[in-house]
Structure formats: C-alpha cells, structure tokens
C-alpha cells in the first residue's frame, strides 16, 4: 500500500473541503438538519454537480464518476469534519451498494443514474438487524412480510416485474409526479408483491424517494430476506421522522399497512447474504466520517488550549492539557491509517474477501472508538461551555455515541472481525458433544 495520495485524490479532497467551508458552518448545518428535509437540497445539487459527490464511487456506465473506495474515504472524511446532513450514507452508499449488488441489468441501469445524479435518494429499511449485521426481516418476529400478487413467483409467475423510472426523481417524498413509473403507482400487476410490517429507526428514511425494504417471504419451507422497490408516495406508507441524538442522520419510523413493492433481483434468491457485503463500503464510510468528525474536534481542542488563559498563561501549556492533546492526535492518526488502509484493501489491494472485510471492521471499530475519545476530550478541555447547546462539541459527541447505536459498538465490531476470520470455532452442537462424551448425553 503506498500512503501518498495521487493528485486526482488530492484535488477531490480540496474540491470537497472548499465547497463544504462555504456553506457548512455550523449555524447553517443546524438549520439544514431542522428543515423539513432534513438538509440543505441546493447544496445537494451543488455537491452533485462538483464534485459530483453523491456518484463518486458509482461505475462511469450509470453516470458516476468510476471512482474506488479510497475517494470515497476522502469524501466522507470530509463530510464528516463538518457533520454534513445529506443523503450521502443512505442514498449514495447504502442504497447504491445494493442496488449494485441484488439489483437486475434493467433496474441497476433505471435507478443508479437517478442516485448517481443527485435527482433520487433512497434508504434501506432493514426491519431488527441482527448482531452479526444480517436483516432478519423475519415475519414469524415481526419485521416486514412480504406476499406475493398475482403472478408473482410462487403461483406461477416469473415475478421479475417492472424496474422503477427513478431516474427522473427528486429526493424527496412527493415529488415525483403522475407516471413516474413507481412500484407502488401500478395496480397489483405481474411481479407485484403486498408488504406489512414496520421498522425503526432508518436513516433517511423519512426523505428519500424511494425505499429498499427488506422483507421476509416464503414461509417456513423457503424463508429467504429479500429486497423490495417502494415509492415513497405508495399507498399505505407511513414515514415518520423520530427525534434522536444526532439529527444530522434523520433517522425515521417506516410503516408499510399493505403496500405495493417490486422486487430486486431475483425474488427466489436470499439476500441476506449480499446486504452484508453491500454494508461494507458502508461502514468504510462511517468509519472515515467518524475520522473526520474526530480531527475537527481535535482542531477545536487546540485552538482553545491557545487562547484561553488560566494563572496568566494558556492552558496548553499545562502538562495536564498537552497530554490528553497528544492522545487525541494518536488517536485520530491511527484511526486515519486504519480507515485508509481498509479502503485500499477493499478497492482490491487484498485479494481476500475475508481479510478486506475484517480491515473494514477493525477501522470502523478504531474510528468510532476515535471520535468518542476526541469528542469527549475537547469537551473536557473546553470545560463547561462544551456541555451547552450553543457550543459545536456537543454535536460531535452526540454523532460519536449516535454512530455506535446505529452501526455497532467497537466491541461487536472486533467480534464480527473475529469471527469472520475464524478465530473462534463455531460452537459444538448437542450431537457433536454427545459423541465427543462417548454418549454420555
């Protein structure tokens, strides 16, 4: 792996952080995640248009820029050093990832141009992941069910329906218009499928255009997770944005009362599976938000060590001070390697799938565990003007301990990590143990 950045990664940073310090102060970062839309949608166009930021991992075929996971990282490291409320997780990384991933020819060519270009946002609503991060969309539990219509796969059908026109939408609910083609505008035609359920919280979930639901069907014999195409304007869904720690996520509650949806994909195929695969540029994406998010904490830390005076000197010049200094700035360096290395090691540095993916957890692990430090300390170094809501550092902090309840603690993390790559044996059955004992059991 060579460290050194190209001049083509340079100049995304550079192009990203310039635009971003125009119109991301604080004050308008906090108006944009209180608006109804959750950010700003001028910025949004801007982002799309330069650097093109919501296509910039996406295949040049469906009009991204045909960029890997290390301009990603970059990207994001950005986004996260101002906490910037965007579609960019859910829509642009999330959606997208399983788009490319489940999606057919013709649904990947009608949706990610529309995502790519900033016209569409989508949001993933997986009903109670389980701890290793697959959806369990499990209906016998709860979660989202899913029958089929007329048709559809298990009464004959091919149930491979229509691909969603949603490359002419705009992020938002309700904005996209008579005849835009979207799964839940049609009557209960061929490929059609009814979903019941409800799932909390998703990111984004209140905004985007259109939703990928993750729903259980099948029954006991074939019980298979998989993804369905829904309008966000489809009758009998019902989006509610909730009230959390960290608003610039905008989490929601999505409940689906009978609902029309198209499948992705291949309806007979599990997609549990691939969701897993598709979550890793997602959680590179948290960890590199979380490394720049920590950074500016780290920026803010500094600069009040020098300018605020306690005995007639600044405080960073008192040992105290210079130490929880110096191990933030080792704190946020390692987790910047880390989150680097993963993303070389994902774009195909690693031949191992395995490996890549254990180099995803352990640096979402290491950067979360970045930000929480560094957040905590510039709290601590500010003193009781941090804890106030008028201050910047309080905002930092509630993205650290909001990312951990979203996207998993770093404890869990290194376990995912471990057990992906079999350090642990998988626990012995009661047959396997009667035998072992001779029979004794």
Excluded at 46 to 65: C, V, W
Aim: charged share 20%.
């Amino acid at each position: 792996m060579d460290p050194a950045l190209t001049p083509e990664q340079e100049a995304v940073r550079r192009t990203l952080r310039e635009a971003l310090a125009k119109r991301c102060s604080p004050e308008q970062v906090r108006a944009a995640a209180a608006s109804p839309a959750g950010y700003d949608p001028e910025l949004w166009r801007q982002l799309a248009d330069n650097p093109g930021l919501p296509g910039l991992a996406l295949p040049a075929e469906y009009g991204g820029a045909g960029l890997g996971p290390i301009e990603l990282a970059l990207a994001c490291e950005e986004t996260g050093r101002v906490l910037l409320p965007s579609p960019l997780l859910a829509s642009s990384v999330l959606a997208s990832a399983a788009i490319q991933a489940l999606g057919s020819p013709d649904q990947r060519a009608e949706l990610l141009p529309g995502l790519a270009g900033g016209t569409l946002t989508a949001a993933l609503v997986l009903p109670h992941p389980l701890p290793d991060g697959t959806p369990a969309g499990d209906g016998r539990a709860g979660g989202v069910q899913a029958r089929p219509g007329p048709g559809g796969p298990d009464r004959g059908g091919s149930g491979r329906g229509e691909p969603v026109r949603g490359g002419s939408r705009q992020g938002g609910p309700g904005q996209g218009g008579p005849g835009q083609g979207g799964p839940g505008q049609g009557g209960p035609g061929q490929g059609a499928w009814t979903l019941y359920g409800e799932a909390e919280p998703v990111v984004d979930g209140a905004r985007a255009g259109l939703l990928l639901v993750a729903a259980h069907t099948g029954g006991f014999p074939r019980s298979r997770t998989v993804l369905f195409l829904v309008d966000g304007d489809a009758p009998g869904l019902t989006r509610v944005r909730r009230a959390a720690l960290d608003q610039t996520r905008a989490p929601a509650r999505v409940e689906l009362r009978d609902v029309l949806g198209v499948p992705l994909g291949d309806p007979a195929r599990d997609a549990g599976p691939a969701l897993v695969e598709a979550g890793l540029p997602v959680r590179l994406a948290v960890a590199a938000e979380a490394v720049g998010a920590a950074a500016h904490c780290l920026s803010m830390a500094v600069e009040y060590a020098q300018v605020r005076e306690q005995f007639g000197r600044p405080i960073g010049s008192f040992q105290a001070i210079k130490h929880k200094l110096a191990d933030v700035h080792v704190a946020v360096e390692s987790a910047r390697s880390a989150v680097y290395y993963a993303a070389w090691a994902l774009g195909g540095g690693v031949a191992d799938p395995d490996r890549a993916a254990c180099a995803v957890l352990l640096a979402q692990a290491r950067a979360l565990e970045g930000l929480r430090t560094a957040s905590g300390e510039a709290i601590q170094v500010h003193g009781g003007i941090a804890i106030t809501w008028e201050h910047d550092a309080q905002l930092y902090f509630k993205r650290a301990v909001a990312d951990e309840q979203l996207f998993g603690a770093p404890h869990r993390l290194r376990a995912l990590a471990a057990a992906r790559a079999g350090l642990f044996a998988p626990p012995m059955g009661l047959a396997a143990a009667a035998a072992t004992l001779g029979g004794r059991i």
